[in-house]
């Protein structure tokens, strides 16, 4: 939003321009994080533009203030915010124009608070790309170390190696950036490698990388190898990509506690105290439904947020990588009419071939379940109110509990076909980053034997017998319809969008164009792949014991929780009934009924909320993702139900 110039910029810039200049001295640091930030705007601009945005906050908040003081003046009445004793001569005027006072009052309030609100904004925009940039450095650099290695080891100098880097910025995202930054300062401002390095040292929001361009440095000073270096950096990064997973799991470790501690133990002894309250006579329904429906879900999704936030890991789909040797005909012979059409049919196509297979599409973007399941839960709720309508007089909290149901059951609904067909996707791409390891060793092992990567394609199309054996058909098949190797090897890597597969598809085909020493680029890739699988596994296998902790935490609250319902609560209340009966003595006349089915429905949310979201936190912890906790939630949110439903003896709709 801000990273460009505007017509705002330029506004700014002339209304501000001389003020701006006589300051200059001081926005040093904000020109050199704007560097950082890969904000191309020089920071006078960038200061203009933030001037004018924080002018059209002030306005927003002076027309918001006058909205809120008419609002308080005429519907609410407020009384004066504090008394002042006015002569009687002036008191008639005082009163006439008091609201006109306040209104300005809080429209001046709201309106500094809306600009510096806007200089705020501005102010920590640059650290906030600036730290998202970091953090995909640093999580990008071992591999983009690797791609380095391997051209390396192939022959090509170090210019030709970022300019690779550059171009392959799908993959390689914000350390591309970084080397079309040297790239830049070499090709566009005629400088040397070794200035170009230090240049970059000096705007570069990542420290493994400046450490890294620093021992460059030393290599191109000291005239040693520099393919020896970047085989050193890769085996230190991999081992501190390690040590930055242990130390994730220790913090994951804490966090685990901590949940146990404040949304499992601290719920429940709340819920405790409560319901000893209510007994006595002193009921507060209020806080424990606060503790039910408000601190239980929104403190379990924000611990899921905060450890999704610090996962390290990369979750989700591989980017899609461009095909580069398609013929592209000149723009005059390219008959627009004949294009719309073909695109037409095209778009028909993929319309039919996603019907004739919707649940091959679900598997593949399982997030379009909820184009279904939402809507199919939403007409149960719907029909469930219907049936069970809110007459104006009744019990809410009685007629909430009779159509919470068909609200449970919708969101089992929406759960259910997400976490099947996410599981479903799931499965097949952990079988396939699995084997790809053992893929590219076979491909390295062909290729070292003297057969050509074309051939040890077509040799394994035919003698595969792995899951994988479809896709290297499919891409066999391509090259026999002409599709160059490059672009079979491209097509193979979308299909799957794989991060491993992905990176070394792309550093393959650099190989095929410069080097062609494949058989070298295969060994490294594999052993990249490896690694990447190793690391999975040990943090799966350290990170199944935080689900299981989830899982215990969970039995131990429902459990309690129903000992609560079932047991102690009755016992109070039939203990009340019979004191108020007996008349007994101020001993126990402290002891009231309570409203046993009230606290009982309470206490199943309680179990069920504390599934759902338990089960979220349970698949980030175990898998880093949101979307893997569905299959947890599911599972827990109908134990929760279905137990619940069936002991206390509800009706399941």
Same mark, same amino acid.
């Given at each position: 939003?801000?990273?460009?110039?505007?017509?705002?910029?330029?506004?700014? %810039? !002339?209304?501000? $321009?001389?003020?701006? *200049?006589?300051?200059? /001295?001081?926005?040093? #640091?904000?020109? @050199?994080? &704007?560097?950082?930030?890969?904000?191309?705007?020089?920071?006078?601009?960038?200061?203009?533009?933030?001037?004018?945005?924080?002018?059209?906050?002030?306005?927003?908040?002076?027309?918001?203030?006058?909205?809120?003081?008419?609002?308080?003046?005429?519907?609410?009445?407020?009384?004066?915010?504090?008394?002042?004793?006015?002569?009687?001569?002036?008191?008639?005027?005082?009163?006439?124009?008091?609201?006109?006072?306040?209104?300005?009052?809080?429209?001046?309030?709201?309106?500094?608070?809306?600009?510096?609100?806007?200089?705020?904004?501005?102010?920590?925009?640059?650290?906030?790309?600036?730290?998202?940039?970091?953090?995909?450095?640093?999580?990008?650099?071992?591999?983009?170390?690797?791609?380095?290695?391997?051209?390396?080891?192939?022959?090509?100098?170090?210019?030709?190696? %970022? !300019?690779?880097? $550059?171009?392959?910025? *799908?993959?390689?995202? /914000?350390?591309?950036? #970084?080397?079309? @930054?040297? &790239?830049?300062?070499?090709?566009?401002?005629?400088?040397?490698?070794?200035?170009?390095?230090?240049?970059?040292?000096?705007?570069?929001?990542?420290?493994?990388?400046?450490?890294?361009?620093?021992?460059?440095?030393?290599?191109?000073?000291?005239?040693?190898?520099?393919?020896?270096?970047?085989?050193?950096?890769?085996?230190?990064?991999?081992?501190?990509?390690?040590?930055?997973?242990?130390?994730?799991?220790?913090?994951?470790?804490?966090?685990?506690?901590?949940?146990?501690?404040?949304?499992?133990?601290?719920?429940?002894?709340?819920?405790?105290?409560?319901?000893?309250?209510?007994?006595?006579?002193?009921?507060?329904?209020?806080?424990?439904?606060?503790?039910?429906?408000?601190?239980?879900?929104?403190?379990?999704?924000?611990?899921?947020?905060?450890?999704?936030?610090?996962?390290?890991?990369?979750?989700?789909?591989?980017?899609?990588?461009? /095909?580069?040797?398609?013929?592209?005909?000149?723009?005059?012979?390219?008959?627009?009419?004949?294009?719309?059409?073909?695109?037409?049919?095209?778009?028909?196509?993929?319309?039919?071939?996603?019907?004739?297979?919707?649940?091959?599409?679900?598997?593949?973007?399982?997030?379009?379940?909820?184009?279904?399941?939402?809507?199919?839960?939403?007409?149960?709720?719907?029909?469930?109110?219907?049936?069970?309508?809110?007459?104006?007089?009744?019990?809410?909290?009685?007629?909430?509990?009779?159509?919470?149901?068909?609200?449970?059951?919708?969101?089992?609904?929406?759960?259910?076909?997400?976490?099947?067909?996410?599981?479903?996707?799931?499965?097949?791409?952990?079988?396939?980053?699995?084997?790809?390891?053992?893929?590219?060793?076979?491909?390295?092992?062909?290729?070292?034997?003297?057969?050509?990567?074309?051939?040890?394609?077509?040799?394994?199309?035919?003698?595969?017998?792995?899951?994988?054996?479809?896709?290297?058909?499919?891409?066999?098949?391509?090259?026999?319809?002409?599709?160059?190797?490059?672009?079979?090897?491209?097509?193979?890597?979308?299909?799957?969008?794989?991060?491993?597969?992905?990176?070394?598809?792309?550093?393959?085909?650099?190989?095929?164009?410069?080097?062609?020493?494949?058989?070298?680029?295969?060994?490294?890739?594999?052993?990249?792949?490896?690694?990447?699988?190793?690391?999975?596994?040990?943090?799966?296998?350290?990170?199944?014991?935080?689900?299981?902790?989830?899982?215990?935490?969970?039995?131990?609250?429902?459990?309690?929780?129903?000992?609560?319902?079932?047991?102690?609560?009755?016992?109070?209340?039939?203990?009340?009934?019979?004191?108020?009966?007996?008349?007994?003595?101020?001993?126990?006349?402290?002891?009231?009924?309570?409203?046993?089915?009230?606290?009982?429905?309470?206490?199943?949310?309680?179990?069920?909320?504390?599934?759902?979201?338990?089960?979220?936190?349970?698949?980030?912890?175990?898998?880093?993702?949101?979307?893997?906790?569905?299959?947890?939630?599911?599972?827990?949110?109908?134990?929760?139900?279905?137990?619940?439903?069936?002991?206390?003896?509800?009706?399941?709709?």
């Amino acid at each position: 939003m801000f990273k460009n110039a505007n017509a705002l910029t330029y506004i700014g %810039f !002339k209304l501000f $321009a001389k003020d701006i *200049e006589k300051k200059k /001295e001081k926005y040093y #640091e904000i020109g @050199r994080n &704007l560097k950082k930030a890969m904000i191309s705007m020089p920071p006078e601009m960038y200061i203009a533009t933030a001037r004018m945005f924080s002018l059209l906050f002030g306005i927003t908040g002076a027309i918001l203030g006058l909205i809120i003081a008419y609002v308080l003046v005429t519907m609410v009445q407020l009384p004066p915010f504090f008394p002042i004793d006015i002569p009687e001569p002036y008191r008639a005027a005082w009163l006439f124009y008091r609201p006109f006072i306040y209104a300005g009052l809080l429209a001046i309030l709201l309106t500094v608070a809306f600009y510096y609100l806007g200089n705020l904004l501005f102010a920590i925009y640059p650290a906030t790309v600036i730290s998202d940039r970091k953090s995909k450095i640093d999580r990008t650099l071992p591999h983009a170390i690797i791609f380095m290695l391997s051209l390396s080891r192939g022959g090509m100098n170090l210019v030709n190696i %970022f !300019k690779s880097l $550059a171009e392959n910025y *799908e993959v390689y995202g /914000e350390i591309s950036k #970084e080397a079309s @930054r040297i &790239l830049w300062e070499i090709e566009g401002l005629g400088k040397d490698l070794r200035t170009a390095l230090a240049d970059a040292i000096e705007v570069s929001p990542s420290q493994n990388w400046r450490d890294f361009l620093h021992g460059l440095i030393t290599i191109i000073d000291s005239g040693g190898d520099i393919t020896k270096y970047l085989e050193e950096r890769a085996d230190f990064y991999f081992e501190r990509a390690r040590q930055d997973q242990k130390n994730f799991l220790e913090f994951l470790s804490l966090m685990a506690e901590t949940y146990v501690t404040a949304l499992v133990a601290g719920p429940l002894f709340l819920i405790i105290i409560q319901t000893v309250m209510s007994v006595i006579g002193q009921p507060n329904d209020v806080a424990i439904f606060s503790i039910i429906y408000l601190v239980i879900p929104v403190g379990s999704f924000m611990f899921a947020a905060i450890i999704k936030l610090l996962s390290p890991s990369e979750i989700g789909r591989a980017p899609l990588l461009r /095909e580069r040797y398609l013929y592209l005909p000149k723009v005059r012979d390219i008959d627009m009419e004949k294009l719309k059409e073909l695109k037409r049919k095209v778009w028909v196509r993929n319309v039919r071939k996603m019907l004739k297979n919707p649940f091959k599409l679900f598997a593949e973007r399982p997030y379009y379940t909820f184009a279904v399941s939402v809507p199919v839960a939403l007409i149960f709720t719907i029909y469930g109110f219907s049936v069970n309508p809110y007459i104006p007089g009744m019990n809410f909290k009685y007629w909430f509990f009779t159509v919470d149901d068909y609200i449970f059951i919708s969101i089992i609904i929406v759960l259910a076909f997400f976490a099947l067909f996410y599981e479903l996707g799931r499965r097949k791409i952990k079988v396939y980053m699995r084997l790809t390891p053992i893929f590219l060793n076979k491909l390295a092992s062909a290729n070292e034997s003297g057969m050509s990567v074309y051939r040890a394609i077509k040799m394994l199309a035919k003698s595969d017998t792995s899951p994988l054996r479809k896709e290297i058909e499919k891409m066999n098949s391509n090259l026999d319809w002409g599709v160059s190797l490059g672009d079979a090897l491209i097509r193979f890597a979308n299909r799957l969008r794989i991060f491993e597969i992905s990176r070394t598809i792309t550093l393959l085909n650099e190989a095929l164009k410069s080097s062609g020493n494949v058989t070298e680029v295969l060994t490294i890739s594999a052993k990249d792949a490896s690694n990447a699988e190793l690391l999975r596994r040990e943090r799966a296998v350290s990170m199944f014991s935080y689900v299981i902790i989830i899982y215990i935490a969970f039995f131990v609250f429902i459990g309690i929780v129903y000992v609560i319902a079932s047991t102690f609560l009755s016992t109070l209340a039939e203990a009340a009934m019979k004191v108020q009966g007996t008349g007994a003595g101020a001993g126990l006349g402290i002891l009231k009924s309570v409203d046993v089915i009230t606290y009982r429905n309470a206490f199943m949310h309680a179990a069920i909320f504390q599934g759902l979201f338990g089960g979220i936190l349970a698949g980030v912890m175990g898998e880093g993702s949101i979307s893997a906790g569905f299959k947890h939630a599911l599972v827990m949110v109908l134990i929760a139900y279905v137990g619940f439903s069936i002991l206390f003896g509800f009706k399941l709709i």
